[in-house]
């Protein structure tokens, strides 16, 4: 399959498997990776995720032969597919962790984005090539990138469609850490199954209250958690800290 699905544990490992291609994205491969993103969002024993690329490659992008293609009905429909596997991804209320190596160019880098989380390796390199084939950004990408970097700097990297590499993403805050890439699995492994053990409600929560944050004032982050928290006392999990915390040991959460 281009997308496989594997289990560690309570961890999914999500990988785009074309390697002879560097992992470039049909357009059912599209599709695969929204259908797959949503039985993991739907799967309560999956408690976090690693989204990745077989071989040497995070992906290539969208795949070149299909670019041009299918005339407006055509251009309309990949974009229909796009915006759904992004929102596949963006929408997950799991940790999600972007393991990336090699090259991670376009849509790609926008899922990556998309994701909690990127560790990348030293020398992988991204890239928003759309001034290369006179295209103007999609798959969110100058939405996402001016999330984590100034607009000056998301507009530098887009206008000029040059390589980033992993190391200066670490640097710019686009990727939490940069490693040797032999390196970028077992760290990805080490922070999913963290999260794995964690009070899963709470991180779900977490993660929708960071979300919301950009469009909101004070008032309406504070709000917005007075609806939260009265929740989250109810839970399993939340008991299981405090009586945890009480007895001095370390809490066992089951995610409920």
Not at 71 to 77: Q, R
Not at 93 to 103: R, Y
Not at 131 to 139: E, F, V
Request: glycine share 8%; proline share 4%; aromatic share 8%.
């Amino acid at each position: 399959m281009p997308i496989d699905l594997a289990m560690d544990g309570n961890v999914a490992i999500i990988t785009i498997n074309r390697p002879e291609k560097k992992n470039a994205l049909t357009l059912d491969m599209r599709m695969e990776v929204q259908a797959v993103f949503q039985r993991v969002q739907d799967d309560p024993e999956v408690r976090a995720i690693i989204f990745t690329g077989a071989g040497d490659d995070f992906s290539a992008g969208s795949d070149v032969s299909e670019m041009g293609t299918g005339g407006v009905p055509g251009s309309l429909l990949k974009m229909r597919l796009l915006h759904r596997m992004l929102r596949g991804v963006s929408h997950t209320n799991k940790p999600v962790i972007a393991a990336v190596k090699g090259v991670c160019i376009g849509m790609s880098w926008s899922m990556a984005l998309a994701c909690d989380f990127i560790v990348a390796a030293e020398d992988a390199r991204f890239q928003f090539a759309f001034r290369h084939i006179g295209l103007a950004p999609d798959g969110g990408a100058s939405f996402l990138l001016s999330r984590y970097v100034s607009i000056q700097r998301a507009k530098e990297i887009i206008y000029s469609g040059r390589f980033v590499s992993g190391r200066e993403a670490a640097d710019l805050g686009l990727a939490l850490e940069a490693l040797p890439a032999n390196r970028v699995m077992e760290r990805a492994l080490e922070m999913a199954r963290n999260y794995a053990a964690a009070p899963t409600v709470a991180l779900q929560m977490m993660k929708r209250q960071f979300d919301a944050s950009a469009a909101q004032n004070l008032d309406q982050a504070l709000d917005f958690e007075a609806n939260i928290q009265p929740l989250m006392v109810q839970t399993e999990d939340f008991r299981e800290g405090t009586t945890s915390f009480k007895e001095k040991r370390k809490p066992i959460f089951k995610g409920a």
